[in-house]
C-alpha cells in the first residue's frame, strides 16, 4: 500500500500560497456587505480588521491582486462602519 502523507502535504502546500490573499479578500467583501447593516458594523469592524491585517501579511509573502483588494476593502469596511456607528448614535441620540 502506498502511503498517503506526502501526497497530502504537497497538495495542502500548494493551496496555501493562495489561502491568505483570497481569505483576505473574502473577509473584505462581507466586512463591506456587513458596514451598510445598521445593526451589525461592529462586527464589520472586526472583519474589516481582520481584512487588513491577513492583506498585509499576504502581500508581504505572496503579493498579488487579491491581497491588495482584500486590504483595500478591509479599509473600506473599517471606515464605514465607524461612520454607520456615528449616524446610529447620532440618530439615536436625536
Request: no cysteine; proline share 5%; aromatic share 4%.
Amino acid at each position: 500500500m502506498t502511503d498517503p502523507t506526502p501526497a497530502a502535504a504537497s497538495s495542502s502546500g500548494a493551496g496555501s500560497s493562495s489561502g491568505m490573499p483570497l481569505t483576505a479578500l473574502i473577509l473584505g467583501i462581507v466586512a463591506v456587505v456587513l458596514a451598510f447593516i445598521p445593526i451589525i458594523p461592529i462586527l464589520s469592524l472586526g472583519l474589516g480588521i481582520a481584512a487588513i491585517v491577513l492583506g498585509i501579511m499576504s502581500r508581504k509573502r505572496h503579493g498579488g491582486t487579491m491581497a491588495t483588494v482584500g486590504l483595500y476593502l478591509g479599509i473600506a469596511a473599517v471606515v464605514l462602519s465607524i461612520v454607520v456607528n456615528f449616524l446610529i448614535v447620532g440618530l439615536l441620540m436625536g
